[in-house]
């Protein structure tokens, strides 16, 4: 890379020194663009002001394909107990076929975001970032009308399938987009304001999911609203330029140019478009494939798909997909109160991500994903001794009371697939345990007002399970959230750049519903207990990988990362993992 920087001349326009001090404390009397004009300070500062506002406003429109992630991620779990009382009503009898139907429904736009990313890096790198967000848009506002108007469970999978689809394109495609377009001083933080842009999806899902208990056919207006956002993305990025970087890279010089002035302050064009020109010379020379062969390359890429596994494993979106479902289990029976309590874990995941942003490039990517690993471990041990405390709280069945599923107390009669029927008045009250077909008002028998317990038990310990829940997040959220995505962002060299993030947001995805898909298995399985303890273990597993696997990248240049590499692996110094040099490194 730099002998190729050599190759371009960055030598700023020489001006005199009269013309200079006519726009004062100003480097904007250098670029060519300005040579023929002077130019006031309140001129210089208005064009500041605009080339600050058009980053700004890419980066929230693009970051909107982070804002349609996380809405995704949060509104099923609303809408999943509304489609178990409408359109699943039909499986309740059968348990094990209802909470396979379930996982199916949540796993289907998981894979098809999976396949999404997996494509997006190479589509991306086809026909550039805004395309790519833009196909994006119209698949994901496509799924979201199917979903809205499903009238039967393959109809709705189909529409999750392309939701899926939809946000698999802009999880890799946004990240690169953003880092591409940014100057390199804010690079870090605008990447992550995609991260934050996740987390607000799925607070305003719950809040969307909320409001929409007051409507007619629930979970079709909480799924159909999902078009929205798309939409005003779409609308939004027409107005946009493409990423410089790219259109440099396809030898479009004065297309990446326009873009750039639209993009950067005057003073920055020259220098900038120097380093893309250099950067699209060197690539068009290297073999990206033949730089998988290189130990650095794979070390970087164990780095990048390790720290986004790693991610999903700890079990974060279980807790969002599931969350009215956990507190369900917690014995939060009713499906509005659930949503509404599920609000507060998702605005401690907002704030938790607003403190990532503004320590990760403060304390480093290391220190912050290693606290935060530690924070969730205590919180996720916590979590399953709440579930614990709770599995052994459950009121007792009144003796005699049952003859068609007998029990002791409302958890053994949840075991065997039974409903426990608790009183509206007090919860931990002597309940009645009936088969999964019958009706808890025939077991009142006039007596009192009763209402059906079929996935978790009344308890003393609600408070303490939603308290683990909200220490999880604000643990989470500052260093597991954004770190994986910075770090791909930033430590592969530019001829993998779009294969490595989507190769990792690939991975990210694929576990994702491998965990997803399992959750509800293992909950029937294990209890909440073994289940968020299994989580714990996982996370600490992955906390002693993290310390001796991912390097500390903070305050480094892109070049400087690939020197990182370099060095831990031996290779010559000054030697890029990207210079064609080290394309005949033997494994």
Known sequence: MEKARKRVSTKPMQRSEAEAQEVTGSNLDEHPLLSDRTISVEDSLQIRSMMGNNIILLTIFGGIG???????????SGALPYLRDDLLVHHIAAKSRLVWIQEVIVSAAVLGAGVGSAIGGWFSDQVGRKKALLVGDVLFTLGALLMAAAGSPNALIAGRAFVGLGVGLASVTVPVYIAESAPPSVRATLVTVNVLMITTGQFVAYLVDFLCTFLPGTWRWMLGVAAVPSVLQLAGLLFLPESPKWLASKGQHEAAEQALRSLRGPDQIEA????????????????????????????????GLGLQILQQLGGINTVMYYTPAILELAGLRDNRTALLVAMLPAAVKSAGTLIGMWQI?????????????????IALLLLGYAFHLAEGDSPQVTPGASTTCPAPDCAACLHQACIFCGSKDDPMLPGFCIASDKQCSAAAQGQQELQPYSSGCPSHYNWLIVGALMLYLAAFSPGMGPVPWAVNAEIYPVQLRGLGGGAAATCNWITNAVVSQTFLTLIQHLGGSGTFWLYAVIALSGAVWVS????????????????????????????????????????
Not at 364 to 377: N, P, Q
Request: proline fraction near 4%.
């Open 548 to 587: 001796s696997a991912l390097p500390e990248t903070n305050g480094l240049s892109l070049e400087e990362v690939q020197e990182l590499f370099n060095a831990k692996h031996g290779s010559a110094p000054g030697l890029q993992a990207g210079d064609t040099d080290l394309d005949v490194v033997a494994p």
């Open 361 to 377: 490039d403060k304390c480093g990517r290391r220190k912050l994903m290693l606290s935060s690993m530690a924070g969730v471990v």
């Open 66 to 76: 982070g804002f349609l992630f996380g809405y995704d991620t949060g509104v099923i």
């Open 272 to 303: 900038d478009l120097a380093e893309m020109q250099a950067a699209a010379e060197e690539e068009s020379k290297a073999r990206s494939w033949a730089l998988l062969r290189s130990p650095v390359v794979r070390s970087e890429l164990q780095v």
